[in-house]
């Protein structure tokens, strides 16, 4: 069962980073693979939104859609994605952000396994480069909306 994990510190507020992670919508406009991005429901349930989403992920000869369910905690700034269809046996997902001294600790783990053994295969070679450049294109993305030093007076993007 292959898994990924990485922490990496970036100059931005732990709200910046979670706000950014959370609008999968936007998901297209900076993730490789990427192809599209659906938000088919978002349930409020209190303390935290549950939302059922369809991303299409378009990698060499292989293009796939997956449905996932995201849960987000925004008093705890964490996101926990769960896998509903597609081609995987399961995926598992948690985003957490956490305030450190000049920015935020923004810590990603996911877990996986697919339902093709031949898929698995060809992607699990590359699985941990993918997963670095998707964190790489979060902190680019960020870069952009909220300026290379970061922060919350930077004036830019959302608060």
């Given at each position: ?36 991005a659906?938000v ?22 292989f ?10 905690w ?44 031949l ?14 450049r ?26």
């Amino acid at each position: 069962m292959p898994a990924h994990s990485e922490t990496r510190i970036l100059p931005y507020t732990p709200q910046q980073m979670y706000d950014l992670v959370a609008d999968v919508g936007a998901y297209p406009d900076f993730l490789p693979w990427t192809a599209a991005a659906r938000v088919r429901e978002t349930r409020d349930m209190g303390d935290h939104q549950v939302m059922e989403a369809d991303l299409v992920i378009s990698f060499k000869v292989f293009r796939e859609k997956f449905g996932s369910r995201v849960t987000l905690w925004p008093e705890q700034k964490k996101i926990e994605t769960e896998y509903l269809d597609g081609p995987f046996r399961y995926l598992d997902a948690v985003w957490l952000f956490e305030a450190v001294e000049g920015g935020c600790a923004v810590k990603f783990s996911v877990d996986y396994e697919f339902r093709s053994a031949l898929l698995g295969r060809v992607i699990g070679m590359v699985f941990n480069e993918a997963m670095q450049r998707i964190v790489r294109a979060f902190e680019r993305r960020a870069a952009e909306l909220y300026g290379p030093g970061g922060g919350p007076d930077t004036g830019q993007g959302p608060a």
